[in-house]
C-alpha cells in the first residue's frame, strides 16, 4: 500500500462536552489535526466523513458537520459504519490514485442522544426489536457465548478491568478514571448476565481527525514527514443474526486480523502493538485469547476503550492511538521501540462488523 | 483518468418502483435488485469481493443502520460492507465509494447496492425538515419542496423562466418513463394537467414534484480482468466528480456567493472535473444522454447549464425546442428520471444504473440510438451534496 498519515488530532473525551456544540468539537479536531500535518485546507483534494445521523440526532447530520470537517467546496463522502470503516475509505479513496490528500473525521456526542434507544432501533421489526434486544444485552449474549468458547474466569475479569484501567489512567489522553477495586468490581450490578456494569468501557463524547496522504504526494512535499505508513487493511460484516457460531467464534474479528496483517511484509506475530476495541472486559480477554500475538506484543497500551470511548469512533480512537506509539509519539503510554502497530475497531450488534489497519512507523 | 485500474459497470438491477410494496420486506427488494445485478453480469454472489450499500436516512423505514439487517439478503456475510449516506446523493457517492474499491486495486468485483421505502414513513417531509439546523432553521417551515421552491422563485427571477416551461418539463419525462417498466409515474399528460394539478409551493404544483417511491437498485463494477471475462458491452467509468458546498442557502446567493444557489452552480465543478477525466470538451456534442437526479421540475435546467451543456439560461429555450427529447439534441431523462421515481436512498445509483444501460445497448424502449457518454448526477441535503459520473463505451 502507499497510503500515510501525515497528522492527526483526538478532541479532548468527556462524559458529556457541555460547552460545545458538535460543530465545535468536530472543527477544532480537524483544525487541529491539518495544524499537526502542517497542511492548510485549501490544499486538500477531498474529504472523508464516518458519522451516525441517528447518534447525532438528526436526519441528514453532515449537512451541518461537513463544513466544520472541512468539506466545503470539496469533494466529500460520508460512511456510516463507524469511524475506523472511515478509515478504510478514504484509504481507498488514496489508493485508487484519484485522490493524494485528504482530511478524514469522525466523532461520537452521544451524550445528547439515548444510546440504548438508538440501538434498539438498529433491530429488524418482525423478530428482534419485539424482544426488547439492545446493545447491553447484545454485549451480554456475546458474553455467554465467549465465556464458553475461550473458557474465561470471573478472575479473568475482574483481571481485564483493572489492568485496563491501570493503562487507561496513565494516557494523557483519555479520562484517567480511577482503577476499581475489588470490592467495587464484585458489586457491580449485572446489566445482561454475565455482563456487569463495571465490565463496559464507559462512552464518552470525543472525535477525532486524520491528515491522509498518497506516497506521490509525499514525493512532490519532500518537506512532510508522515506519521505512518499503512501496511495492512481489512474489513469485514457477518451475518445479521445473533446466532452462537457468529458470537463465539469471534470468525470476523480473526479473519479481519488475518487479512490485514497478511498484507504486510511481516506477520502478525511481529506485531509490537495492537490496540483493541474492546468495549466489554469479555471482549478484551476473548479478543487477546484469538490473536496469534507475540509474547513482547503489548496490547491495548492506551487502554483500548476504558481510556475513552467515543462509541461510534472507538475503532479510529485505536487507530490515532496505533499511529502515535509508531511515531513515538504516545507519551506516558509509549511502548519502547514500536515499530508496527495494528489497531481494531468493531460496529453494529455485538462485533457484526470488525476492520483493521495495521501501521509502520517511517 | 489517472487512476491505478479501470473500473466499469457490467451488471445493472432495478425493481419496480412504486409507492407501496407490502408483499416484501426491505431486505428482501435489495436482495432483488442485487439478483438481477448479479444476473445481468453473469455473476454468482461468490464472485462478488465486496459490498457497498446505498442508504439515506434510515428514519424514512424505522430501523436505524438498516443495512446491517440486509448483510445476510445481498450476500454481504463475511465481505468487506460499508455503507455510504450523503442524503440524496447517497447513491452518486456509493457508486464513487464502489468506484474507489476496484480503483485501487484492492478488491476485482464491486456490489453497489441499495433500498428505499419512503412512503414506510407517514410524513417525509417532516423527517426532511429535521435535517436542518435545530436553532435557525426548523422553524421555518423548511422542507425540500420549500427549499427548492426559494431557488427556483431566485432561478425564474433572473431568467424569466416561465411555470409553463417547467410543466413542459414534466410531461417530457412522463411520457420517457411510459417506455420504463421501472419507473413509477408515467403517463401521456398535457402541460395543462401540470398547470392545472394543485398548488404546493410557489412555483410548484403537485405534478411538478416526483412521487416517494419504495424499491432498489444495484451495480456490479469489475476491473479490466473481471469485466473482459464477464461483459461484451461495459459502460466504463471514465469521470467521477462531487462537491459538497454549505448548508445554509443564504451564503449561497449575492455577489460574494462562491456557488449560487439558484445554478447549483456545485456542479460547474463537479461536472468539469468529471469531463476533464472522460476527455469530455465539448458536453453537448461528446455526451449523448443525461440521467439527471431531478426531483423537481425545476431541476434539470441550472444542472444542464452548469454541466456546460448549455450558457446560462439557455436550456429553458432548448427545452421549449425540443432539443432534450428522446433522441434530439441531448436526450435528457430517457428513464423518466428522478421526476417519475424517487426512492431517496438509491435515487443516485438508479441514474448511474440507467445511464450504463444506455452506454450498455440494454435501456430496452428506452435506448437511445448510438450512446457512446452517457452522464449521470445526484444531489443530497439543501442542494449541497452533488455528484456526477460520466460512463463511456471506450475506456479513456
Redesign the interface.
Known sequence: MDTYVLGLAMHPPAVWVANKRLEEMVFDTAKAALDDARIDRQQLDHISIAGCDELDGRSISSMLLSAPAGAYLKDEIKTTDSGLIGFCLEAMRIESGRYHLGLLSSWNKSSTAPLEDVMRMRCEPFFTRPIGLNMSIADGLFAQSVSYTYKISAADLSNAVVESYKRAEKNPRGMRASVPSASEIDASPYVAAPLRKIQQAPVTDGGVSMVICSGDWLNKHPGSKPLAKLSGLAWRIDEYQLGSERLGSLNGFKETFKRATSMTDFGQTQLNVVELDSQTAFHDVAFRRALDLSAGCEVSPSGGPFAQNPYFCSGLVQAAEAVLQVSGRAGAVQVKNAKRAAAHGCHGFAQQGNAVAVFEGV | ????NRVAVIGVGETAFKTNVSEK?Y?ELAQDAAKAALDDAGLVPDDIDA?VFSM????FM????V???A??SVW????????????GATGG?AL??G???V????YRTVLVVGADRVSDTPDAQH??N????LFYEHDFALNTVTMTALSTQRYMHQHGTTEEQYARVVVRSRKNALKNPHAHLKGNITIDDVMKSPRISWPYKLFDICPRSTGAAAVVLANQEMTKKHCSRPAFING????????FMGDRVGPYA??ELSAEA?FI??GK?ACTQAGITNPMKQIQVVELYDPFSSTQFPQLESIGFCKPGEAQRLSDEGAFDHGAMLTVNPSGGTLCSNPIGVTGLVRVADAALQVMGKAGESQVPGVRNALATAI???V??VSCTILGADHV
Do not use: C
Not at chain 2, 439515506?56 to 428514519?59: D, E, G, V
Not at chain 2, 454481504?76 to 442524503?87: L, V
Not at chain 2, 429535521?130 to 439546523?133: E, N, Q, T, V
Not at chain 2, 467521477?240 to 448548508?247: A, D, N, P, Y
Open positions: 483518468m489517472p487512476n491505478k420486506t431486505v459490498i439515506a436516512p434510515t428514519q424505522g430501523v436505524n443502520d443495512e446491517k439487517w448483510v445476510d454481504a456475510a463475511g465481505k468487506p460492507f460499508m455503507r455510504i449516506h450523503t442524503g457517492s464513487h465509494a468506484y474507489a474499491h480503483a485501487s486495486g484492492m423527517i426532511l429535521l435535517i436542518w439546523d467521477i466528480g462531487g462537491l459538497t458546498s454549505t448548508v462562491d456557488a456545485e465543478t463537479a472535473e443530497g441535503g439543501s449541497q451534496f
